[in-house]
């Protein structure tokens, strides 16, 4: 009777029972995993472009990260509970915050309205960009993947007649195009132009007696490895902003997430995320031309810290698998 009884102890202990083991290894696996994702994305590690391109994705492994922690808590499985639990709590803490407004400076009555569209080597709708620079007021655009022919049919769409100057020296073909449009008065200043993506400068003369230097910003795109080095130097290379020198605006497709070390530290430079400002770091701007990829944030207007973001906004054009971006910010 008493060997039954331990028997049937035995069979209802689900923890330690040799038939659970595919179960344990599992609930282990899945938290190593989240575990380890979460310990690259914290450590800022980005030797390998493969993660490079894996990490843009970190906000849809934070949303499902719970999950394996549930399970193991539930199943008494505190060891591998514990593990999943920190990292879901790790990830939530990276990537809850786009969610949620921040404090920022209160600014002066100037304002600069910004607008930027990565134009898909030139074949996006004209006629609705100029249409969107009307309806959203823009003082700036900055462009992508400006080519001639686009610019040409731009300014015949009427771009000029709402942002006459210009800085185009970078138009050219393919993705390695670059331009600045404005409502003010513009001067042109050196680009940065790193693998063949350009980024044009421009200082703008904002009224008041102000005046911001912008940038078109368009590092390399990591989709090879060949490329990898190209993404990191151009994102170093953009300039830095806040203290006490000239204001500084930086508009346009980074390649680039919140969950990437070097995009961080170029915000860490002296900018705000204007998406991130407003609690609107989440929304996505790319892809949009029909593939099966998940939407992540790679298009933004990051504003000098002495700015405060009063609006975003993200805006579908047709013809181009990038969303436009608008910002509003107030100078200082």
């Known amino acids: 009777m008493a060997v039954e009884e331990a028997v049937t102890q ?20 899945a938290a190593s995993l989240f575990a380890l994702w979460a310990a690259l994305r914290l450590s800022g590690w980005e ?24 399970a193991a808590l539930l199943l008494r499985r505190w060891g591998a509970g514990a593990v999943a639990a920190v990292a879901a709590l790790a990830l939530a803490a990276a990537v809850l915050p786009r969610a949620l407004p921040e404090d920022a400076p ?33 003082d700036v655009l900055t462009l992508q993947e400006a080519t001639p022919d686009a610019a040409d049919r731009l300014e015949a769409a009427g771009l000029l ?34 693998g063949g993506f350009g980024q044009a400068r421009a200082m703008i003369a904002v ?10 910003a368009h ?11 190209c993404w990191r130097d151009g994102l170093r290379a953009l300039p830095g902003a806040g203290g006490e020198g000239t204001l500084r605006v930086l508009a346009g497709d980074f390649n680039s997430t919140l969950d990437h070390a070097e995009l961080r530290a170029v915000i860490a430079r002296g900018y ?4 991130d400002a407003v609690g609107e770091g989440l929304r996505a701007t790319w892809p949009y031309d029909g593939r099966p990829v998940p939407g992540v944030a790679l298009d933004r207007v990051l504003a000098d810290e002495r700015m405060a973001v009063t609006a975003f906004r993200v805006h579908e054009l047709p013809r181009t698998d990038h969303r436009a971006v608008f910002a509003e910010l107030r100078l200082p």
């Open 10 to 29: 035995r069979a209802a202990r689900p923890a330690g029972h040799r038939g659970w083991w595919p179960l344990d290894l599992a609930l282990w696996t």
């Open 47 to 70: 030797a390998l472009f493969r993660w490079v391109q894996l990490v843009s994705f970190t906000p849809y492994v934070a949303a499902v990260a719970p999950l394996p922690a549930l």
């Open 106 to 138: 209160a600014g002066g009555p100037r304002t600069l309205r910004v607008l930027s569209a990565n134009l898909l080597e030139g074949r996006a709708g004209q006629r609705a960009l100029v249409d969107l620079v009307r309806a959203e007021h823009a």
């Open 161 to 194: 007649d709402l942002l006459p100057h210009r800085a185009g020296g970078l138009i050219r073909g393919g993705t390695r195009g670059s331009a600045i449009y404005a409502r003010f008065p513009v001067r042109e200043l050196p680009p940065i132009d790193i």
């Open 207 to 216: 009224p008041g007696g102000a005046e911001v230097e912008v940038t078109s």
């Open 219 to 229: 590092p390399c795109a990591p989709y090879r490895e060949a490329l990898h080095a």
């Open 272 to 275: 705000r995320d204007a998406a």
